[in-house]
């Protein structure tokens, strides 16, 4: 079978489930260092703040990658770790 046997929808779930997670762990993480150090709301805002910037990263490099393949395994590699050459197939 060529391609991935899974429904798109469950795709798109699983990307929406990433979000949701990436929000709720570390706004719980928050609140959690907001009950310890009595720093409250900072704690929770801190990690909503933190966790909507990690979600959106997630889903725009799942973005990338169901439009762009080539694109969305470029940007996964840090920067630095390369050795300026171009992989096989890419460019002249």
């Given at each position: ?55 959106m990263t997630i889903l725009v490099r799942d ?30």
């Amino acid at each position: 079978m060529p391609g991935d046997p899974s429904p798109p929808w469950l795709r798109y779930a699983g990307i929406g489930v990433e979000l949701a997670g990436a929000v709720a762990v570390l706004t719980l993480l928050g609140w959690w260092i907001d009950g310890r150090y009595g720093t409250a709301p900072w704690g929770v805002l801190a990690g909503a703040v933190l966790g909507m910037a990690g979600g959106m990263t997630i889903l725009v490099r799942d973005a990338m990658s169901a439009t762009h393949p080539k694109a969305a395994r470029r940007a996964e590699t840090p920067a630095g770790t390369g050795n300026g050459e171009r992989p096989p197939g890419e460019g002249p």
